[in-house]
C-alpha cells in the first residue's frame, strides 16, 4: 500500500533518526511532503521534530517491512542497516535508493576499494587481512605506519586505527574485525566531491570543497576548496560522476578524497547527505537534503550555484559541562548577527556533533574566521583568542 | 510549568496551523527547536509535518490556556484569537508576543486607523460608519466610489467591498458587521515593509518589497520594489520601524502601503509572518520565519541583506480540477531547475493559496517571468504564453 498525502505527493521513508534525517525532514517540508523517519527513540533529533515517526529498530526485519509499508520509496540516514535486509525490503517489492548493490560500496571498506580498484579509480594501494603475515607483506611493501580499518562499521574516526608495528596492530588484529590495511597517504589535504543522481540517470555536482579533520572527526568544510584547480576540480567532480553511475547510485554520493602530490585518491564513498554537504542549506540554491529527496524521487534535479563567493561550515562538538545553549546562542548572535546556527536537539556529550553553523562571506580567512570562531564559543562559552 | 528540549532549549507555541506555522517550524528546526502547534485538525498544514501538534480551537479558552501551559512564549499564525482570551493567557502568566495590546491593533482595522490618525502616520481618510447617514457624509466628502471594509475578521479579499453608491453599500451595511469607509486613493502600486522587533526593542528590516495583488489577493512580492528610490525605501522602513516601536510589536510586522503621487500611505499591518515577506527563506540571509522565532526569543536578530539582486514569489493559487502536483512538479523542474518551489500539504480548492515558488536572479523581468510561469504552470499544468 502506498499512503500519499494531502497534496496526493509520496511519501519518503528515511531509515534512522540523526541529524540527517532532521535536515532531510526540514527540506521535505517545502515539496509538500512530511518525512517518515524510522527512529530508535522517540528522542532522536528527527523523530523530536518529524510527525510521521515510527520507533524500531533498523536492524528488525519485521520493523523496515513494516516501516517500508508505507512509504512510496525508502532511503537512509546511515550505513548500518544490514545489506540482508535492504535486500528483503526490495524482495518485498519496495523501492529502496540507494539500492542494497549500491550501497553496500559504502557499508563495506573492502567491497567499494575492490571494486574502484576494478573501475581504475585512483585509491591508496590495500590489501584485505586476516593473519599477521597478510599484514606484515603489506608493511614491507608499503612501509610502516600503515592504516589498518574494519572493514564495516566505524565511523567519525571510530574503527581507523594507525599503527607502527605489527606490534602495535596486534590487539586490533586480535579483536575479530574484518580488516583491511591502507597505505598511510602523505597527503596535502583533504577533500569531498559531492554529487547526486536520479534513477533517470540525470546527475549534478556542487562545487569541490575542503575538509578539515581533527582526531578523524570533521570539523570543518570550506566551499569551494581553497586554490584548487579547475582542472583538478573538473577531475574530482568527473571522479564523483563517474562512481556514481557505475555503482548505479541514486540519491546523494559524497567522495572523500586525498590531495597528495600526485594527484587525488579516493578516501571514502558514503550516499546519503554527508556532513561535508551542510554548507549547502544556505551556501547553494539547492541544499543536498532537497537534492536527496528530489534524486530518490526521480524528480528532476535543482541548481548547485554558490549563493555566496566562500562558505565555511564548523562542526559544533559537544563540549564538557552544561552548556546552556540558550545562553550562548543569545551571545553569538549578538556577536555575528550574519551566522547560520543548526542545533540538531541532541543531547549534549563531550566530542558528539551537536549541530553545525556556516558563515557565508567574500573573504576566505575573514568567513573561515567567522565560522570557527561561531563553534568556538557555542562548544566552549569563550571567544577565541585571535 | 515551562517545558524545555533535549537541548534545553525554549519551546515556542504558535496558534494556529496554517502555511505560517508551517514554514515557522522549518525555521525552528535549525534553532534545535521543535514547534508547539495548536491546530484545528490533525490534518492542517503544519499539523501535518510538526511533532508537538495539539489540536484544539482558538477560540476556546480552555484549549487556549492548556496549550499555553507547555510553552515559553505562544506567538500566532493569524489573527484570529479574540483579544480578550489572549488577555485570559497573558493574565494567567504566559508570556504571549506580539501582546493583545499591540495585536488589536493587527486585529481591529478601526482601533488601527484610529491609533495611526493619533500617531501621525500617514493613512487614507478613514470613518467609523454605523449608519446611512453616516457612509452618505463620508461619500459626499471624498467621493464614490468608496471602499468599505469589516473592522474585524477579513482576510484575503474578504470584508473589503468597492461600493458605488448608498444603494450598493445597503447589503453591507444592514449585515450587521462593523464597518469603516476608506476612501478609494488612486494609488500607483502596492508595497510592503516587513520588519521584526525583539522585546529588548532591537528591530530589523528587509528591502521594501512591492506586492501585486489580484481580486485582493496577493499573487506576486517583488523584492526590492523595482524603481523606487532610495528615499521613498527609508520612509517605509522607517515609517515600519517606528510603528513596530510605538505599537510595542514584537515578532515580524509587515506594514502594506499604497503607493500614490503623493507619498505613501498605510493600508494594513499583519503581526507575524506575512506573504509579503516568503521571498525572505532563500531571498534573505534570515528568514522571516527565524527572524520571527528569534524576536520572540528575545534572541538578536539577523541580517536582513538579499541573496540575489532580483528576488520573486508567485502564490501558488489552486486551480480546478485534480491537478496531480506530483508530476506538475517533475516537469517543472525539469524546465527550472533553480526555481525553489513551496507546498503546504493543503487540500486543492480553486483560489485557495496553497504554496508558492520563488525565483532569484539578475534581471528583473526574466526573474518574473520565472516565478510566474512556475507557479501558472503548478496552477493550470500549461506554460503560460510569452
Not at 523496515?64 to 535486509?85: I, M, R, Y
Not at 577533500?191 to 540517470?201: C, D, F, I, K, Q
Request: with cysteine; glycine share 10%; hydrophobic share 45%.
Amino acid at each position: 500500500m502506498t499512503v500519499r498525502g494531502a497534496m496526493d505527493l509520496p511519501v519518503v521513508g528515511m531509515v534512522g533518526g540523526g541529524q540527517l534525517s532532521r535536515m532531510t525532514h526540514q527540506a521535505a517540508i517545502a515539496l509538500g511532503l512530511s518525512l517518515r523517519v524510522l527512529a530508535d527513540a522517540t528522542h532522536d533529533s528527527a523523530a523530536l521534530v518529524a510527525n510521521n515517526v515510527v520507533v524500531g529498530s533498523h536492524t528488525s526485519e519485521k520493523d523496515l517491512l513494516a516501516f517500508a509499508d508505507g512509504c512510496e520509496v525508502v532511503t537512509f540516514d546511515h550505513e548500518h542497516v544490514p545489506g540482508e535486509l535492504i535486500r528483503a525490503m526490495e524482495a518485498a517489492g519496495h523501492t529502496v535508493l540507494p539500492s542494497s548493490a549500491a550501497l553496500r560500496h559504502a557499508q563495506d571498506k573492502l567491497v567499494m576499494r575492490e571494486r574502484l580498484h576494478h573501475l581504475g579509480a585512483p585509491i591508496p594501494p590495500f590489501a584485505a587481512i586476516t593473519t599477521k603475515e597478510d599484514l606484515e607483506a603489506f608493511g614491507d611493501e608499503h612501509g610502516w605506519p600503515l592504516v589498518l580499518k574494519a572493514a564495516t562499521g566505524g565511523y567519525d574516526g571510530k574503527g581507523v586505527w594507525i599503527v607502527d608495528s605489527l606490534d602495535d596492530a596486534a590487539p586490533v588484529l586480535g579483536s575479530g574485525v574484518r580488516l583491511l590495511a591502507e597505505h598511510k597517504v602523505p597527503l596535502q589535504r583533504e577533500l569531498a566531491a559531492v554529487v547526486a543522481r536520479s534513477p533517470y540517470g540525470q546527475a549534478a555536482a556542487w562545487p569541490v570543497v575542503e575538509t578539515v579533520q581533527s582526531d578523524g572527526i570533521c570539523v570543518e568544510v570550506v566551499a569551494p576548496a581553497p586554490g584548487l584547480s579547475e582542472e583538478r576540480a573538473l577531475e574530482a567532480q568527473g571522479l564523483a560522476l563517474r562512481l556514481a553511475q557505475e555503482l548505479d547510485v541514486v540519491g546523494v554520493l559524497a567522495v572523500e578524497l586525498f590531495e597528495t602530490a600526485d594527484g587525488l585518491l579516493v578516501n571514502e564513498l558514503a550516499m546519503r547527505p554527508h556532513n561535508s554537504g551542510h554548507w549547502t542549506i544556505e551556501g547553494a540554491r539547492t541544499s543536498q537534503f532537497e537534492q536527496h529527496l528530489r534524486a530518490v524521487l526521480d524528480y528532476p534535479l535543482g541548481t548547485t550555484t554558490l549563493t555566496a563567493p566562500v562558505v565555511v561550515m564548523a562542526n559544533l562538538l559537544g563540549g564538557a559541562g552544561d552548556p546552556d545553549l540558550d545562553k550562548r546562542l543569545h551571545l553569538l548572535f549578538a556577536k555575528d548577527p550574519a551566522l547560520k546556527v543548526h542545533l540538531y536537539g541532541k543531547e549534549v556529550r563531550p566530542g558528539r556533533k551537536i549541530g553545525h553553523v556556516t558563515a557565508l562571506g567574500n573573504d576566505l580567512a575573514e568567513t573561515r574566521a567567522r565560522a570557527n570562531a561561531g563553534a568556538h564559543y557555542l562548544r566552549t562559552g569563550e571567544w577565541p583568542t585571535p
